[in-house]
T-cell receptor, first 109, second 117 residues
Framework: GQNIDQPTEMTATEGAIVQINCTYQ??????LFWYQQHAGEAPTFLSY??LDGLEEKGRFSSFLSRSKGYSYLLLKELQMKDSASYLC??????????WGAGTKLIIKP | IAGITQAPTSQILAAGRRMTLRCTQD?????MYWYRQDLGLGLRLIHY???????GKGEVPDGYSVSRANTDDFPLTLASAVPSQTSVYFC????????????????FGEGSRLTVL
């Protein structure tokens, strides 16, 4: 079966750095997405990786290793507004998105 | 304001009743999707439409139906609601610019919270 694993919850301190991991086992691979979802709101797109390596976008970076079935989202200089759930999704060989259950990130002052 | 509009935002429904969740987008995206989100689970695809006039079944289609008469609208109907359909429903769209024509960035509506008693 297809599976996306992410930690259920993480806690970090304002101003610090946090890394949210995502491992996947899917039927084929056509890219990996990260979305941010604040409580009670819609998911919003953060990043897309299809090749190995690190993609940087401001305070957020996303890394992919296809051989290891692994990705992480790195958030730097954490702000209270970064408190949200972070969803990892993989596009499989049929171009269908398989979603992880999300990681709830709690930022403490 | 461009985007996706869902209605209703929230609804409490008696089991056995028929319910239609509305979804309208003004971005002229070809692809549209309906997901349900339940605590502890990832988003699960109910139905999708790659272009007006076509629809397809997702991971959890039973008990739901959709139609795509035009580019903008993609309603989701529960013919006879059951308590297991209590969930938050998200409509999303994509311009299909992803790898191999697959979904690129998804744009989501604000969600419809449905409670079936």
């Amino acid at each position: 079966g297809q599976n996306i694993d992410q930690p259920t919850e993480m806690t970090a301190t304002e101003g610090a750095i946090v890394q949210i991991n995502c491992t996947y086992q899917t039927s084929g691979f056509n890219g990996l997405f990260w979305y941010q979802q604040h409580a009670g709101e819609a998911p919003t797109f953060l990043s897309y990786n299809v090749l190995d390596g690190l993609e940087e976008k401001g305070r957020f970076s996303s890394f992919l290793s296809r051989s290891k079935g692994y990705s992480y989202l790195l958030l730097k200089e954490l702000q209270m507004k970064d408190s949200a759930s972070y969803l990892c999704a993989v596009m499989d060989s049929n171009y269908q998105l398989i979603w992880g259950a999300g990681t709830k990130l709690i930022i403490k002052p | 304001i461009a985007g996706i509009t869902q209605a209703p935002t929230s609804q409490i429904l008696a089991a056995g009743r028929r319910m239609t969740l509305r979804c309208t987008q003004d971005m002229r995206h070809n692809a549209m999707y309906w997901y349900r989100q339940d605590l502890g689970l990832g988003l699960r695809l109910i139905h999708y439409s790659n272009t007006a006039g076509t629809t397809g079944k997702g991971e959890v289609p039973d008990g739901y139906s959709v139609s795509r008469a035009n580019t903008d609208d993609f309603p989701l109907t529960l013919a006879s609601a059951v308590p297991s359909q209590t969930s938050v429903y998200f409509c999303a769209s994509s311009d299909g610019s992803g790898t191999g024509g697959g979904p690129g960035e998804l744009f989501f509506g604000e969600g419809s919270r449905l409670t079936v008693l």
